[in-house]
């Protein structure tokens, strides 16, 4: 197999290929749940799907946390930008995130001052810096990034930063994945869980999803051969009828997770009910800024109207997050949609789903 070529150790991929070969003769169909972005890409660059037997489906999940924000989200975060003395400060994946009319790319092309970060820090750097404005960081993500916000905040708190804010979304995962499977939307034999977010909040979160929903889970490195030993577990724990979260990603995952990054955490962010693009309101699924760190929320500070607004008529970005359909049983993708000219928020992000199927192509399916 010349996919198999590009794989750090060929050896290895062709025996896990087998040991996956020889468990699917024992299955009927099973579909198993990729939720992380950066596994959808991984999947799709390796070629993962077209070397898999017929009757083992791997379908994308709500793992994007530039995909999963609302919105009207983004559209704030404009009014936020549109203020004359306000200095805009972002991850990357956000500033081409399409609003109702705008995006943060757009009204830094028409001069706002919207600055591209990879840390919190530089932002709270960029208030040092200037402090006759009033600096604002999108807090965007899941538990992966929630800590360095949380410690962010806590340094402003610790030296009175008075013109530094966090407009925060942060979501909890595991939440996430049980409203898909409360919504019964889709039919899923496993979950491949993200290891980046469990490393932060280890595997016991999972439990729910295996006890409570005898859905067995594995948590999953990037790389390929990662990704293959993953698929080989979950296989087992399927013909064994066993269901439970187990650990493939020993390397960077601790059981009881970083409980240095859960204290700050806890001490910043309390859970919340939370709105999520696709899936609506999800109890307990979203991370708020305390009351006693209100002085540095945005949503306390600034006149933030409450807004409304969905996705672009057409956009299936919605349904590829709960995984019932895949990028291009879209009508848009690829022709009104695309990575030049995206509609939703799923072509925009390195982890969204519909980037990787227009990058990837057939390389991802079947081979």
């Known amino acids: 197999m ?36 950066t596994h959808t890409v991984s999947i799709f660059r390796h070629g993962i799907r077209g ?63 919207v600055r591209v970060s990879y840390s919190p820090l530089d932002a709270l750097q960029t208030a ?23 410690a962010t905040l806590l340094r402003a708190r610790e030296e009175g930063i008075g013109n530094f804010w966090v407009f925060g979304a942060h979501k909890r995962v595991v939440q996430a994945m049980e409203a898909v499977l409360k919504a019964g939307e889709v039919s899923l034999d496993g979950f491949m869980c993200p290891p980046h977010v469990s490393a932060v909040i280890g595997s016991h979160p999972y439990r729910i999803l295996a006890e409570s929903w005898h859905m067995p889970c ?45 204290k700050i955490m806890e001490e910043v962010f309390q859970v919340e009910d939370s709105l999520w693009r696709g899936l609506g309101i999800i109890p307990k699924s979203g991370l708020e800024i305390r009351e006693s760190f209100s002085a540095w929320d945005a949503r306390s500070c600034f006149e933030l109207e409450p807004l409304e607004a969905g996705d ?30 995206p509609l939703g928020p799923c072509m925009v992000s390195g982890e969204g ?15």
């Open 353 to 367: 789903a519909c980037a990787a199927y227009f990058k990837y192509g057939e390389q991802g399916t079947r081979v």
């Open 218 to 262: 594995v948590i999953t490195g990037f790389e390929p051969l990662d990704i293959l030993q993953g698929i080989c577990m979950l296989l087992g724990q399927i013909l064994r009828n066993e269901h439970r979260v187990e650990l493939q990603y020993r390397r960077g995952v601790p059981a009881q997770g970083n409980t240095v990054a859960l």
């Open 312 to 341: 672009p008529p057409g956009c299936c970005c919605g349904e590829v997050l709960r995984g019932i359909a895949e990028p291009w049983d879209c009508k848009l993708f690829g022709v009104f949609c695309t990575p030049q000219k």
């Open 2 to 37: 010349r996919l198999l070529e590009e794989f750090r150790d060929p050896e290895a991929a062709q025996g896990l290929l087998k040991s996956i070969k020889n468990l699917a003769q024992e299955l009927p169909t099973v579909r198993l749940m990729e939720v992380c972005g």
């Open 128 to 150: 040092r810096e200037n402090p006759g404005r009033r600096v604002v960081f999108l807090g965007v993500g899941f538990e992966t990034t929630a800590p360095a916000v949380a």
């Open 51 to 113: 070397l898999l037997p017929e009757n083992i489906r791997l379908v994308s999940g709500p793992g994007c946390p530039v995909c999963v924000t609302p919105r009207a989200f983004v559209d704030q975060a404009i009014c936020l930008a549109q203020e004359p003395d306000v200095i805009l400060v972002s991850f990357g994946d956000m500033i081409r995130v399409p609003g109702s009319s705008s995006n943060l790319g757009l009204e830094r092309a028409k001069g706002r001052d």
